[in-house]
């Protein structure tokens, strides 16, 4: 089978970096993405990792091990606007031979205090 | 407009009654995804569209759930003989996929509230 494995929730206060993890068990793997989704929102894509390493956009960070089947959302500085749940998401199949399901992890919800 | 559109935005119905949700993708995305969200869930995927392929439909949970994708453009959601437990928020995504493509972001449309009483 496949899961994806995250913390439920995250609290931590403004101006703090927080870390958010997803451990995956899938069939295949092509890859792991972040999406974040505010209160009756539509996800918005964050960021991709196919390959082992660090990916920076701005405030947020993403690090797979794929050795590990494990991965992290960094985000700094954080701001009260990244309260949000925050998904993980795993490609198992190639995406130019059709494979370019998600399945998504359960989210985890970042609540951040001033 | 040039996002994924969804279309009811909400929808309250009498259970055994059916109901068609649809979507609109954003122009040129030959990839379609219907996923499903209950309160304060994560997205459970329903089915895939990906060009003339044929649709990976593993994710329906019943046979009472079907899809279809006309000329590879909008796509409607087909919820048969409602039943309580069908209430949740259905979320659309599209995305672009090519020979060169090494990710392929979804782009989720706002969904349709489905509540069935």
């Known amino acids: 089978g496949q899961s994806l494995e995250q913390p439920s929730e995250v609290t931590a206060v403004e101006g703090a970096i927080v870390q958010i993890n997803c451990t995956y068990q899938t069939s295949g793997f092509y890859g792991l993405s972040w999406y974040q989704q505010h209160d009756g929102g539509a996800p918005t894509f964050l960021s991709y990792?196919?390959?082992?390493g660090l990916e920076e956009t701005g405030r947020f960070s993403s690090f797979l091990s794929r050795s590990d089947s494990y991965g992290y959302l960094l985000l700094q500085e954080l701001q009260m606007k990244d309260s949000a749940s925050y998904f993980c998401a795993v490609r198992e199949g190639r995406v130019t031979g059709g494979g370019n399901k998600l399945t998504f992890g359960t989210g985890t919800q970042l609540k951040v205090e001033l | 407009g040039a996002g994924v559109s969804q279309s009811p935005s909400n929808k309250v119905t009498e259970k055994g009654k059916d109901v068609e949700l649809r979507c609109d993708p954003i122009s040129g995305h030959t990839a379609l995804y219907w996923y499903r969200q209950s309160l304060g869930q994560g997205l459970e995927f329903l089915i895939y569209f990906q060009g003339n392929s044929a649709p990976d439909k593993s994710g329906l949970p019943s046979d009472r759930f079907s899809a279809e994708r006309t000329g590879g453009s909008v796509s409607t959601l087909t919820i048969q003989r409602t039943q309580q437990e069908d209430s949740a928020v259905y979320l659309c995504a599209s995305s672009l996929v090519g020979l060169s493509s090494y990710n392929s972001p979804l782009h989720f449309g706002n969904g349709t509230r489905l509540t069935v009483t």
């Open positions: 990792n196919g390959l082992d």
